[in-house]
C-alpha cells in the first residue's frame, strides 16, 4: 500500500510540475488589410481581417479593439487629462479641445462580422466593444471581417498628419487594434497618451497612397520593383499607370504595424553586419519647414551620418544584450519627438547629431525593451523606458567614445530629483494613474535605469551581464511581467531578491547609509555605519591605505542567502551578514587607524544612496 502511495503522489507531483512548465500562454493575431489613403483631406478608408488565436483557457463572450484616433476629439479623455494634469505635456496641452472638424481624428466602424455573422459592437471613446453570438473557445482560431474609414487627426501626439516639420503622415495607433488579453484578463485601457499593451501576431498590410508619396513601415517591403523609390532593385526602372501605388508590407511575430509617408522623403540604406537592414526615410531638402537653410544643410549631414551610428549601435546591442530578431529595422522623420514601434521607429528630424543619434539608439533599444520583451508597459513602463535608457546611455558612451566612468549618472540623478521632491509614486503605479507627468517620467525612465543599475552592483558585474542576455533569450517574442525578470536574476545569481524587488518598485523608500564614526588604535579600527533611510541594502566599503594599497569590506544582507562573486582583483574580505532590523554595522579593520587614507561607500556609483555626503571617511568639508 505504501509503495501504491508513493507512485500515486510521484504521478500527481509529475502531472502538477508538467502544468506548471507548460502554464505560459499568450494570443496570437494575424491581420490582412487593404488602405486606400485620401491624401488631400487625410482620410482612409480601410478593410481587415483579423484570424484571432486563443491560446488562453478560458472561454471569451467579449472582444475589445483601440480606436486610438479617437482620443483627438475635443472632450475626449486625453483631452481633459491633458487639460487638468497639473504638469500638463507641453506637445499637448489644450491643443485638442480647439481641434476643427477637418483636423480632428475619429475611427468609423462601418461594418464588423464575427465569422461570417454581424456582431453587435458600442464605440466608448477609444474603445471598440463587440458583444460576440458565440463565445471564442480555448484553441479556437476565429475570424472578424471590418469595414471602417478614419480620419487622420493634425498631429498633436505621436501619430498625424503634417507634423511641425511638415511630415504629411505619422502614421502609429492608426487601425482598429484587437486590445490584448492574457493572465490578468482583457487591457481595453483607454488611450490617454501613455504606453501599450499589445498582441504577437503577422500582418499583411497593403497601403494605397499617391505616386509621388515614399512610405516606410513595419515589415519587408513585398513589391519593390512595382513601387520605386529606392526600394527597387539596381536597374529596373520603374513607371506609375496610374495616380496611384500600392504598397505591400508583411511582418511576423509582431506587436503591431506603423508608418509614415511624404512626397519629399528619401531613402537611404545600410546593412548591420550579420544584422538587419537599416531603412532611412527623411525630407532631404528641407528637414523642417521652419529651419533655416543653414539649418536644413546642418540636419541634412546629421541624417547622412546617421546610418553608421546606428550600424554600431545594432552591433553594440546584439552582442550585449541580445540578438534583434527581425531583418529590417526603419527610421522615420516624423511624430512629434521619438516613438517606438515593431521594426521601426518614427522620430523628428530637426536635431543635432548628438540628439539625433541619442533618439535613434533609445528607440532602436525599445526593440529590444517592449517590442521584443513585450512587456505590458502599462503595468511595467520602467522596464519598457527603463531598461532601454540603461542600455542606451551605455551604447551612446561606447559610440561617441566619451570613456565616462560611470554613463548611467543622468538616470540616476533624475532618480535622485524625484526621490527629494516629495512626489515620487511607486515604479508599481499604472502609467495611465501617476498624479503628474514628472513622476511618470523620472520613475519610468530614470528609476527604471537604476533598477537595473543597482542589480549590478547586488548580484556583481558579471553575472548581471550574463542575466541581462539571457533575459533577452528566455522571453523574446513573449510577455514576462515583472517578477519574470527578478526571478530570472535570481536563478543566475543564486540569491533571494524578492526584498529589493518589493522596497524598490513598491514603495517609495530610499536608500542612505553613513560612516557614522571610525574610531581606532595602533592595532586596530572600528568603523560604525547607520542606515539612515528605510531601504537596506548590501554593502561595499572600499578602504584605501596610506601605502596605496587597497581592500574591500564586503557586508551581505542576511536575507539576500547568498554573496556576490568578487568584481576585480581588489583584495576583499567579507564580513558578518547584516540584519535589515540593525539600524547599525560595526567592523573592524585589523589596522591602526593612522594607517588608513580613506574609507567609502560603494565608490562604483551604482547604489542609488541619496546623500552621498556621509559616504566618505574623512568628512569631504563643505564650502560656504
Do not use: C, H, K
Given at each position: 500500500m505504501r509503495k501504491l502511495i508513493c507512485l500515486f503522489l510521484s504521478i500527481i507531483l509529475f502531472t502538477v510540475s508538467k502544468a506548471q512548465s507548460t502554464s505560459y500562454w499568450q494570443q496570437e493575431v494575424d491581420y490582412t488589410m487593404v488602405i486606400d489613403v485620401d491624401t488631400e483631406k487625410h482620410r482612409l478608408k480601410g478593410s481587415q481581417i483579423l484570424a484571432y488565436t486563443n491560446n488562453s483557457p478560458d472561454e471569451l463572450r467579449r472582444v475589445y479593439y483601440h480606436l486610438y484616433f479617437n482620443a483627438f476629439q475635443p472632450g475626449s479623455m486625453m483631452d481633459v487629462r491633458s487639460r487638468t494634469i497639473q504638469d500638463p505635456d507641453?506637445?499637448?496641452?489644450?491643443?485638442?479641445?480647439?481641434?476643427?472638424?477637418?483636423?480632428?481624428g475619429y475611427h468609423n466602424i462601418l461594418s464588423l462580422k464575427h465569422d461570417g455573422e454581424d456582431v453587435e459592437f458600442t464605440v466608448e471613446g477609444t474603445i471598440l466593444v463587440v458583444e460576440l453570438n458565440e463565445v471564442i473557445k480555448p484553441g479556437a482560431t476565429t475570424t472578424f471581417e471590418m469595414e471602417f474609414e478614419s480620419q487622420v487627426p493634425e498631429q498633436v501626439r505621436r501619430s498625424g498628419k503634417q507634423n511641425a516639420e511638415g511630415v504629411e503622415f505619422s502614421m502609429s495607433q492608426w487601425y482598429p487594434k484587437l486590445a490584448e488579453y492574457d493572465y490578468r484578463g482583457w487591457h481595453p485601457n483607454p488611450y490617454v497618451g501613455r504606453e501599450f499593451h499589445g498582441v504577437f501576431g503577422d500582418f499583411d498590410v497593403k497601403i494605397m497612397i499617391d505616386?509621388?508619396?515614399?512610405?516606410?513601415?513595419?515589415?519587408?517591403?513585398?513589391?519593390?520593383?512595382?513601387?520605386g523609390h529606392g526600394y527597387q532593385d539596381d536597374g529596373v526602372e520603374v513607371s506609375y499607370d496610374s495616380d496611384k501605388i500600392t504598397y505591400h508590407f508583411v511582418a511576423e511575430n509582431v506587436l503591431d504595424f506603423f508608418w509614415g509617408a511624404d512626397p519629399d522623403f528619401v531613402h537611404t540604406t545600410a546593412q548591420v553586419p550579420n544584422g538587419p537592414k537599416l531603412h532611412f526615410f527623411y525630407q532631404a531638402d528641407q528637414v523642417s519647414v521652419r529651419a533655416t537653410e543653414e539649418e536644413n544643410e546642418n540636419y541634412r549631414s546629421y541624417w547622412e551620418q546617421l546610418p553608421e551610428y546606428l550600424v554600431g549601435a545594432f552591433e553594440y546591442a546584439n552582442e550585449h544584450f541580445g540578438e534583434y530578431p527581425y531583418p529590417q529595422y526603419t527610421t522615420i522623420q516624423g511624430g512629434d519627438g521619438g516613438m517606438e514601434y515593431p521594426m521601426g521607429t518614427l522620430i523628428t528630424g530637426a536635431r543635432s547629431l548628438g540628439s539625433l543619434v541619442g533618439v535613434s539608439v533609445h528607440e532602436m533599444y525599445h526593440s529590444w525593451y517592449q517590442n521584443v520583451i513585450a512587456t505590458n508597459e502599462a503595468l511595467y513602463p520602467w522596464i519598457d523606458e527603463g531598461f532601454t535608457s540603461y542600455a542606451s546611455a551605455e551604447t551612446m558612451d561606447h559610440l561617441f567614445e566619451r570613456e565616462s566612468d560611470f554613463p548611467y549618472s543622468g538616470s540616476y540623478n533624475g532618480y535622485y530629483a524625484v526621490a527629494r521632491s516629495g512626489v515620487e509614486e511607486p515604479m508599481s503605479t499604472h502609467a495611465d494613474h501617476y498624479n503628474t507627468n514628472f513622476a511618470y517620467g523620472r520613475a519610468s525612465y530614470s528609476k527604471g535605469a537604476v533598477y537595473l543599475g543597482?542589480?549590478?552592483y547586488i548580484i556583481g558585474h558579471e553575472t548581471f551581464r550574463r542575466a541581462i542576455k539571457e533575459l533577452h533569450n528566455q522571453w523574446k517574442l513573449k510577455h514576462p511581467t515583472d517578477l519574470d525578470v527578478i526571478r530570472l536574476m535570481e536563478k543566475?545569481?543564486?540569491?533571494?531578491?524578492?526584498?529589493y524587488h518589493e522596497y524598490f518598485v513598491s514603495t517609495t523608500k530610499t536608500i542612505d547609509y553613513s560612516i557614522k564614526s571610525v574610531?581606532?588604535?595602533?592595532?586596530?579600527?572600528?568603523?560604525?555605519?547607520?542606515?539612515?533611510?528605510?531601504?537596506?541594502?548590501?554593502?561595499d566599503i572600499h578602504v584605501t591605505y596610506e601605502d596605496g594599497s587597497e581592500e574591500i569590506f564586503y557586508i551581505p544582507l542576511r536575507i539576500m542567502r547568498g554573496e556576490k562573486p568578487a568584481e576585480n582583483d581588489t583584495k576583499r574580505t567579507i564580513l558578518e551578514d547584516w540584519q535589515w532590523v540593525?539600524?547599525?554595522?560595526?567592523?573592524?579593520?585589523?589596522?591602526?587607524?593612522?594607517?588608513?587614507?580613506?574609507?567609502?561607500?560603494?565608490?562604483s556609483q551604482r547604489l542609488a544612496d541619496i546623500d552621498k555626503s556621509n559616504n566618505i571617511y574623512p568628512a569631504v568639508q563643505q564650502e560656504d
Open positions: 507641453g506637445r499637448v496641452r489644450d491643443r485638442i479641445l480647439y481641434l476643427g472638424e477637418d483636423d480632428i505616386n509621388d508619396y515614399l512610405v516606410g513601415a513595419t515589415g519587408i517591403l513585398q513589391n519593390p520593383n512595382e513601387i543597482q542589480l549590478d543566475e545569481s543564486g540569491m533571494v531578491l524578492d526584498w574610531e581606532g588604535n595602533e592595532e586596530s579600527t572600528t568603523v560604525v555605519l547607520e542606515r539612515v533611510s528605510l531601504m537596506p541594502m548590501p554593502l540593525n539600524p547599525s554595522y560595526t567592523f573592524e579593520i585589523p589596522i591602526s587607524m593612522d594607517s588608513i587614507s580613506s574609507i567609502a561607500i560603494d565608490p
